[in-house]
């Protein structure tokens, strides 16, 4: 646990500091990427046809029960560790892995819901929120821009009720546990290990935040939110 003296208001005449402190945590970005990978490829078992339609309100507890908690879980502890881009895309993922949850298990087998549609285009374009502000970090932002491409055709398939866009979903849904089992990996592995031993193509700050000195990390801490006085 380490801590920052930063400049505060104190009465006239009797100098002082606020004290910040920092207290480090373990990544819980895999724990995120984990949970994505297990509910999409679920999900993409059934429209693929590989599971009976019939057997979707598994996939749907799937990702009610497992995925949601968790990703809502990472969610708060990355906004606690000042990581903004992941705690927003994890809530982001969260909310809407509950949705398709719900949505499935209280609707007929095989059908398809216009609304959801609308929900899952919504979704993905908030998606790229997270993902164009999270570049510095190119595996990670690749995981939430095949996200964002995910929800998007599946909502399409939504909308139309298309046997074509139906498998288009379900390959866009493997291809991105793929991604989401590889960057739960690499981030596993840097963080127990200290280093990248899979690239992990950080940029910028984001290389910085790993091999920089306390005094990167803490640079600028004062401006953030939590210390400073508005959002």
Not at 156 to 164: C, H, M
Not at 223 to 228: F, H, I, M, P
């Amino acid at each position: 646990m380490s801590g920052r003296d930063l400049p505060g208001e104190q009465p006239a005449g009797q100098p002082g500091v606020a004290r910040v402190v920092l207290r480090p945590m373990g990544s819980p970005l895999p724990l995120g990427f984990l949970g994505l990978a297990l509910a999409t490829t679920a999900f993409a078992a059934v429209e693929l046809g590989w599971v009976p339609a019939a057997q979707a309100h598994v996939a749907a507890l799937a990702a009610l029960l497992f995925t949601a908690p968790l990703q809502f879980l990472v969610s708060v502890l990355g906004f606690l560790a000042r990581d903004a881009v992941a705690g927003a895309a994890m809530g982001v993922l969260s909310g809407t892995w509950a949705v398709i949850g719900g949505v499935t298990l209280v609707s007929a087998p095989g059908t398809a819901s216009a609304a959801l549609g609308v929900v899952l285009l919504t979704a993905a374009a908030a998606m790229l929120v997270p993902a164009l502000a999270g570049l510095p970090k190119l595996v990670a932002a690749a995981v939430m821009a095949m996200s964002a491409t995910r929800f998007a055709i599946t909502g399409v398939y939504e909308l139309t009720g298309s046997a074509e866009w139906r498998t288009a979903a379900g390959v866009a849904g493997l291809v991105l546990a793929v991604v989401a089992y590889y960057a739960a990996l690499a981030f596993e592995l840097e963080d127990a290990h200290g280093r990248a031993l899979l690239p992990v193509a950080r940029l910028g700050r984001a290389r910085t935040a790993v091999r920089g000195d306390l005094g990167d990390q803490t640079k600028g801490l004062a401006r953030e939110a939590g210390v400073r006085e508005q959002l």
